[in-house]
């Protein structure tokens, strides 16, 4: 199972487009069920989760457990994708000042 993970600073007020923007499983490599586990170091900051056109979560607030995500507790969503199809998870930082993101994508290749 394919997994990628990120860590990044969102500057206050700001979005960052695309977490998993040049990873190698940006793009679904098979067709696959992706997981979304996502925290963040504070409150504010906002989440979507879009799998090829499809949308599974749009500007949802995550919990502020201030480390890196574990499952089951800090799943967010899950979704099916088809080989090729981008993936893609938007934070948006709704505060004064910058907050940390976590998040973990699986990868789970279907026959």
């Given at each position: 199972m394919?997994t990628?993970?990120d ?8 979005v960052?487009?695309n ?7 940006e ?7 992706i997981?979304?586990l996502?925290t963040?170091s ?20 995550i ?6 995500p ?13 080989k ?16 940390t993101?976590f998040?973990k ?7």
């Amino acid at each position: 199972m394919p997994t990628m993970t990120d860590r990044q600073s969102v500057a206050a007020n700001t979005v960052v487009v695309n977490v998993l923007a040049g990873k190698i499983f940006e793009f679904a490599p098979s067709n696959s069920v992706i997981d979304l586990l996502a925290t963040a170091s504070a409150v504010g900051l906002n989440i979507s989760f879009t799998i090829g056109n499809e949308v599974k979560l749009d500007d949802q607030e995550i919990s502020a457990a201030n480390r890196f995500p574990i499952s089951p507790d800090d799943f967010l969503a899950r979704g099916g994708a088809f080989k090729g199809d981008r993936i893609v998870v938007r934070l948006r930082n709704t505060t004064a000042g910058a907050i940390t993101a976590f998040t973990k994508v699986d990868v789970n290749p279907v026959q």
